[in-house]
């Protein structure tokens, strides 16, 4: 009995953190999934589809933002194969691309879309920023962990999206 509580518990716990995967959370969006960054970089459609995306939420006049991203890009350099994608929450394009060529980041970089395109307001009520959500099941995580993070707050949460993509 005690066993079988236990279990209904855990799926109950569960079903209350799975969250869509990065694919579903476009599917409102007619261009589905981008396909390119906002330098016109492409993104495979393996991105989407191996494990769960880390997605960082920044604006362009962010100190806190450009700090967190520069450390993000740091510890990437080491995490081969990690799966993030920066969200600028700019309404202007030209802004973005010219903060992702100056920072030289190398991940890729898109601009949030509005209506039903919009990422932020499926995963989160907060407007903060840096916010660093997954897309994607992170059944062992919060799924979004609002303002700037550690170096080890980042490298755990790269491992954990390795664990999450190998069981995949």
Do not use: K
């Not at 010219?98 to 995963?123: N, W």
Request: charge should be positive; proline fraction near 7%; charged fraction near 25%.
């Amino acid at each position: 009995m005690r066993r079988a509580l236990l279990l209904a518990g855990l799926l109950v716990l569960g079903t209350a953190q799975a969250a869509p995967g990065a694919e579903a959370l476009f599917a409102r969006c007619a261009a589905g999934a981008p396909r390119a960054d906002i330098q016109g970089r492409p993104i495979d459609e393996g991105f989407w589809r191996r494990g769960p995306v880390l997605a960082v939420f920044w604006s362009t006049d962010c100190a806190f933002c450009q700090r967190h991203n520069e450390r993000l890009e740091r510890l990437l350099r080491e995490t081969p194969g990690a799966a993030v994608l920066g969200v600028a929450v700019d309404a202007e394009p030209g802004a973005v691309r010219r903060a992702v060529e100056r920072r030289g980041y190398r991940f890729p970089v898109v601009v949030d879309g509005e209506g039903d395109c919009a990422l932020r307001p499926q995963l989160t009520p907060r407007r903060v920023v840096p916010m660093t959500c997954w897309l994607g099941e992170a059944l062992t995580q919060p799924r979004c962990v609002p303002g700037e993070m550690s170096d080890d707050d980042l490298r755990g949460l790269l491992r954990a999206q390795e664990r999450a993509s190998r069981h995949s």
